[in-house]
């Protein structure tokens, strides 16, 4: 419901003549519409692993056997396992691609960040929790005999909360016990799939189109897409995943089709001179929002993903767009002149 309200205001749903074909602007027809999105949370059946790795110098790596194909998964890990550890981002090291390290989950799926964040933070907190417990109990250490549930992690400093100036070093505490590393291996068992609970991703699209009623052209002038994906871990990268699922939608919605010669069952559009994809003279003004939203039983850091959620309702919304500006109401994709004609 967040989802309707905040994209209803930011779009200007409010200001909308309901009667179709009730705008024009010159010769186009201007209509607005909106629809649902929902994407499932899918989990593996296997438990997800990771292994990090703190080293005597500060840095520290961590590994999975994923993969990084530009959604920013490697990112947003470096930046989990940064903050579970309490060392500076650019002290850590996040390496993937190779089926010899811990195995993980692939990045489809809107199950990357979720699963991979998971498996990552149950390491790292394992790993930070060991090096809390060893310094308590050295009696070399500022923090001996401290309960370990007071001790904070900042800046690779192992600290207690409400003395802060009492504390050492993650390289302070090797270095004095000729440690050149310490590692931990991390498991994390997804959830049941019977769990009694709706697990998806969220959120509303809005669209605005202009239909040339002489030629059946349609012009998507601009999207508002809200979206409730849980945890977002970084900003910037999920809005780059979400305007490229709205622009896909809009593909969805106007171009992208594969058709097949009746005669010997092949495809009959194999290029992308046939198969037709948006440009960017075809993108129109994207507007987007997150609305985050606390799930506790999703895993770990609460993450939904949302890789397929800005695709989800995008064409909807343009059809029903189409349907107010020129009345015609069509149920199939994509839309194409002649069924506006």
Not at 187 to 216: C, R
Not at 246 to 252: D, E, K, R, V
Not at 262 to 277: F, I
Request: a negative charge.
């Amino acid at each position: 419901m967040e989802c309707y309200r905040r994209g209803a205001r930011r779009f200007g749903w409010q200001e909308r003549d309901r009667r179709p074909r009730s705008r024009r602007e010159g010769n186009w027809l201007i209509g607005t519409g909106m629809a649902t999105a929902a994407y499932p949370v899918t989990f593996p059946m296997q438990p997800q692993r990771a292994r990090a790795r703190l080293y005597a110098d500060g840095t520290a790596v961590v590994q999975a056997a994923t993969q990084e194909f530009g959604t920013g998964v490697a990112t947003v890990v470096t930046q989990v396992a940064a903050d579970g550890l309490g060392v500076p981002l650019d002290r850590v090291r996040f390496e993937y691609g190779d089926t010899d390290l811990p195995n993980i989950a692939a990045t489809v799926g809107s199950a990357g960040s979720g699963m991979v964040s998971a498996a990552v933070h149950t390491a790292v907190t394992a790993l930070r929790d060991e090096m809390v417990g060893q310094a308590v109990s050295d009696p070399g250490s500022p923090l001996h005999d401290a309960d370990p549930a007071t001790v904070v992690v900042h800046g690779g400093r192992m600290q207690l909360r409400d003395h802060l100036d009492t504390g050492e070093t993650y390289s302070e505490f090797m270095r004095r016990h000729f440690m050149t590393d310490c590692d931990a291996l991390g498991s994390w068992n997804p959830p049941p799939h019977d769990v009694p609970h709706g697990l998806a991703t969220f959120g509303a699209q809005f669209a605005e189109v202009a239909v040339d009623p002489d030629l059946g052209v349609v012009r998507v002038r601009r999207m508002t897409g809200v979206f409730a994906p849980g945890r977002v871990l970084n900003a910037k990268t999920a809005r780059s995943q979400a305007m490229g699922g709205m622009l896909w939608g809009l593909s969805h919605a106007l171009l992208e089709s594969t058709l097949v010669d009746a005669r010997d069952g092949r495809w009959a559009n194999t290029g992308l001179g046939e198969y037709l994809v948006p440009v960017n003279a075809d993108a129109p003004d994207i507007d987007i929002e997150f609305v985050d939203v606390q799930d506790k039983v999703v895993n770990p850091l609460g993450v939904k993903g949302i890789g397929e959620i800005g695709t989800v309702g995008a064409a909807a919304a343009i059809a029903n767009a189409v349907f107010h500006a020129t009345g015609r109401r069509v149920r199939e994709l994509p839309i194409r002149i002649e069924h506006l004609l």
